[in-house]
């Protein structure tokens, strides 16, 4: 069985049982419902408890289950630029105010980036008369880069400088 067959396998589980994603991550708990999800639908791993409940509530195989836990290839089968209007906004986000972002971050932590492993984030609902709003709250650890070769009074990092 390969990955996408093991996704579409819990997506037909989940519309037979009418379960919301919600529902799923209460059930395994245990990390943020974004990598709950994403590791259901192909895109991140299970720990090894995690996986073993989600295996347990699917009624998955042993295969199945341990696929859970593997280290996926990420990003794949999503065409660039995407194609679905709500992760075309996210990658629109990136291209129009990523310059901003970069030299926002630079100038505030120096010559580095943020990471995307090193890394935490939340999705709330925010109630508002005019539509109710999606709340995304991304926070990365600064990486800086490595100065290699460097001679001697010239940083080993890019940290930011005084």
């Known amino acids: ?95 129009v105010n990523g310059p901003a972002w970069k030299a926002l971050i630079e100038e505030e932590f120096g010559d580095g980036i943020m990471s995307a492993i090193d890394f935490n984030m939340e999705m709330v609902r925010e109630p508002n008369p005019k539509g109710d709003r999606v709340q995304i709250t991304m926070s990365g650890k600064f990486l800086p880069y490595k100065y290699y070769g460097n001679e001697q009074g010239i940083p080993d990092y890019g940290f930011k400088e005084s």
């Open 1 to 95: 069985m390969k990955r996408e067959e093991l996704t579409e396998k819990i997506l037909d589980i989940k519309r037979e049982k009418g379960w919301t994603w919600k529902y799923i991550c209460e059930e395994i708990g245990g990390m943020s419902p974004v990598l709950v999800v994403g590791a259901l639908l192909g895109q991140m791993k299970l720990v090894k408890p995690l996986a073993a409940k989600a295996a347990a509530l699917f009624s998955l195989s042993e295969v199945e289950e341990r696929m859970l836990n593997e280290v996926p290839m990420r990003g794949a089968g999503t065409p660039m630029p995407p194609t679905d209007p709500l992760i075309y906004r996210f990658y629109e986000l990136v291209m």
